[in-house]
């Protein structure tokens, strides 16, 4: 089982404005080998009650992905085409006590 190649776009801090705020620059990064996958009735219900938002799928990410996943945006390529946020913070299991390649999870909602 392989997964597919996502683009993670990453804001940075590129100085701050007159007014004292931050400004931001998009940088894309690809990550390879994670799995898109269709939420549970039951996420698909504790998003919408928790956050107020309808997750559209799950990502499985893989081991030793250092990126960080909260409050991001994340563009998937054919079939799922679009660009997506995530949903809060992935949930991470420990490393050696799972047996694939994967180790955390993500919801994302459809963005734009």
């Known amino acids: 089982m392989h997964g597919i190649t996502v683009t993670l776009i990453k804001r940075k801090q590129n100085g701050i404005d007159a007014l004292n705020h931050p400004?931001?620059?998009?940088?894309?990064?690809?990550v390879d080998n994670v799995l898109v996958g269709q939420?549970?009735?039951?996420?698909?219900?504790?998003?919408m009650s928790l956050y107020g938002k309808m997750a559209h799928y799950t990502l499985a990410i893989p081991k030793g992905d250092?990126?960080?996943?909260?409050?991001?945006?994340?563009i998937l390529p054919e079939p799922f085409s679009g660009k997506y946020k995530t949903i809060g913070y992935p949930?991470?299991?420990?490393?050696?006590?799972?047996?694939?390649?994967?180790?955390?999870k993500v919801m994302v909602e459809r963005y734009g």
């Not at 400004?23 to 690809?30: A, K, M």
């Open 66 to 74: 250092t990126n960080t996943w909260e409050d991001t945006f994340v």
């Open 39 to 47: 939420p549970s009735s039951d996420e698909i219900a504790n998003t």
């Open 23 to 30: 400004i931001y620059i998009d940088e894309e990064v690809s």
């Open 91 to 104: 949930t991470a299991g420990i490393d050696k006590l799972i047996p694939l390649s994967w180790n955390k």
